[in-house]
């Protein structure tokens, strides 16, 4: 065969394929992110309770 004949990839070929799979590494870095993030929140809004709670029991026991 012709060495021409023999089906080869161009080189914007290989470029779509490499931001197709950096693409998809920041895809799942985000999530990652959003998913830790979620997290932080939830722990921050729990101990933003227990300090709410906290200041009540103290805000009661000045006023008795």
Do not use: C, W, Y
């Not at 080869?8 to 992110?33: H, P, V, Y």
């Amino acid at each position: 065969r012709d060495l021409h004949s023999f089906p080869t990839r161009r080189s914007s070929d290989l470029s779509l394929e490499l931001i197709a799979g950096m693409q998809k590494s920041n895809e799942r870095r985000f999530e990652e992110t959003d998913r830790r993030l979620g997290q932080v929140l939830e722990a921050i809004t729990q101990l933003a309770n227990i300090a709410e709670s906290h200041g009540h029991r103290l805000d009661r026991q000045e006023g008795q």
